[in-house]
T-cell receptor, first 111, second 117 residues
Framework: KQEVTQIPAALSVPEGENLVLNCSFT??????LQWFRQDPGKGLTSLLL?????REQTSGRLNASLDKSSGRSTLYIAASQPGDSATYLC??????????FGEGTQLTVNP | GAVVSQHPSWVICKSGTSVKIECRSL??????MFWYRQFPKQSLMLMAT?????????EQGVEKDKFLINHASLTLSTLTVTSAHPEDSSFYIC?????????????FGDGTRLSIL
């Protein structure tokens, strides 16, 4: 059974800082890994998807890396802004298109 | 981009009521849809996998007679919470899988907040 751990659980930073969110998973037999953003009371917004054959993906100020063999992924956010405040979830996808979610990192970026 | 619409966004009802939640893929055909539940301060937990034209596959511990799932078309799946009780109050989110390849992303609806009084 896939288990996903995200560290830290919460993070509060001043605006402009670069930051790293960590995700680890126990079953390395994944097809891909997605990073999502969830605002309070809202659904999920997909940020990045990394295929199992890829090492990283970039979108704007976001960069996600994947080390499948060691069961780790990181999300790097450059030059953080108050609008980045949200909960960030990682979810590796295994057979049957199953996504397993971590409990997320709650990010607060202070102006 | 791919859009998944979920309706209603908020439901408040009395204990014992049955509540239906709809999940629609607006600009693509979804052979597979997923239903998740999220309790406050917790992550999403998969409840069931809904496949068009066949019975849903439920996760261990999820009562299939209580959470009825119907996926009658390639663009619509419904979740009916039967005889809802306060402990069923939660945030329910659906997602749709765009293709048949397992390396494609899932697209999520905006969720339905269910409050049972």
């Amino acid at each position: 059974k896939q288990e996903v751990t995200q560290i830290p659980a919460a993070l509060s930073v001043p605006e402009g800082e670069n930051l790293v969110l960590n995700c680890s998973f126990t079953d390395s037999a994944i097809y891909n890994l997605q990073w999502f953003r969830q605002d309070p009371g809202k659904g999920l917004t997909s940020l990045l998807l990394i295929q199992s054959s890829q090492r990283e993906q970039t979108s704007g100020r976001l960069n996600a890396s994947l080390d499948k063999s060691s069961g780790r992924s990181t999300l790097y956010i450059a030059a953080s802004q108050p609008g980045d405040s949200a909960t960030y979830l990682c979810a590796p996808q295994t057979s049957g298109s199953r996504l397993t979610f971590g409990e997320g990192t709650q990010l607060t970026v202070n102006p | 981009g791919a859009v998944v619409s979920q309706h209603p966004s908020w439901v408040i009802c009395k204990s014992g009521t049955s509540v239906k939640i709809e999940c629609r893929s607006l600009d693509f055909q979804a052979t597979t849809m997923f239903w998740y539940r999220q309790f406050p301060k917790q992550s999403l937990m998969l409840m069931a996998t809904s496949n068009e034209g066949s019975k849903a596959t439920y996760e261990q511990g999820v009562e299939k007679d209580k959470f009825l799932i119907n996926h009658a078309s390639l663009t619509l799946s419904t979740l009916t919470v039967t005889s809802a009780h306060p402990e069923d109050s939660s945030f329910y989110i659906c997602s749709a899988f765009m293709g048949r390849e397992q390396n494609q992303p899932q697209h999520f609806g905006d969720g339905t907040r269910l409050s049972i009084l």
